[in-house]
């Protein structure tokens, strides 16, 4: 069955650092989403993307982050200049369609020390 | 007020009982209504999703859609100990398709 997987599992990153999360979605898949969930608090949405483009951010996604599709297959969050409020659980997910449910990836944890 | 609504919990229900979890929505153009399951250090895991008024129905779960009362509800039949999980229920209301979650309702199943 088809997955979305995510790498690195753990990032573990000094405050300030450029972190870059990485994504495969599902081959047939045309959205892409990232979301972050704090520890014991709610998943949260970051930004939606689609034909290269981002469709929707959230009041989080500021300029620190950024977004993009550098291949065919996979799909990237940069955050420029890590502060300790961005240690969290990101998933990635992807959907054939925007409306369609969303599959997600396993994670990565972010640690900002 | 919440955009999505759920009580925190927990619920605990005994093994081969139902589970009925609640959700409510604030945004009338919602469009897409999803159940996610997360167990603890896990990535929320796809299990129902409603587009239309009324049941939906997929093994031991059924979900139901109520858009006049802006809620959404997911039965578990049948529960079963592996169900004890966090229950998340998950809003799109297309555009640009950011799609919003509530905080979850955790879930106990006694053996």
């Known amino acids: 069955e088809p997955e979305v997987t995510q790498t690195p599992s753990h990032q573990v990153t000094q405050m300030g650092q450029e972190v870059i999360l990485r994504c495969v979605p599902i081959?047939?898949?045309?959205?892409f989403y990232w979301y972050r969930q704090i520890l014991g608090q709610k998943v949260e949405f970051l930004v939606s993307f689609y034909n290269n483009e981002i469709s929707e951010k959230s009041e989080i996604f500021d300029d620190q982050f950024s977004v993009e599709r550098p291949d065919g297959s996979n799909f990237t969050l940069k955050i420029r200049s890590t502060k300790l409020e961005d240690s969290a659980m990101y998933f990635c997910?992807?959907?054939?369609?925007?409306?369609?449910?969303?599959?997600f990836g396993p994670g990565t944890r972010l640690t900002v020390l | 007020q919440k955009e999505v609504e759920q009580n925190s919990g927990p619920l605990s229900v005994p093994e081969g009982a139902i589970a009925s979890l609640n959700c409510t929505y604030s945004?009338?153009?919602?469009?897409?209504f999803f159940w996610y399951r997360q167990y603890s250090g896990k990535s929320p895991e796809l299990i129902m999703f409603?587009?239309?008024?009324g049941d939906k129905e997929d093994g031991r779960f059924t979900a139901q859609l109520n858009k006049a009362s802006q809620y959404v509800s997911l039965l578990i039949r049948d529960s079963q100990p592996s169900d004890s999980a966090t229950y998340l229920c998950?809003?799109?209301?297309?555009?640009?398709?950011?799609?919003?979650f509530g905080a979850g309702t955790r879930l106990f199943v006694k053996a």
């Open positions: 998950a809003v799109n209301r297309g555009g640009g398709f950011k799609t919003i």
């Open positions: 945004d009338r153009g919602s469009q897409s």
């Open positions: 409603i587009y239309s008024n």
């Open positions: 997910a992807s959907s054939e369609r925007g409306n369609n449910e969303q599959f």
């Open positions: 081959s047939n898949h045309l959205y």
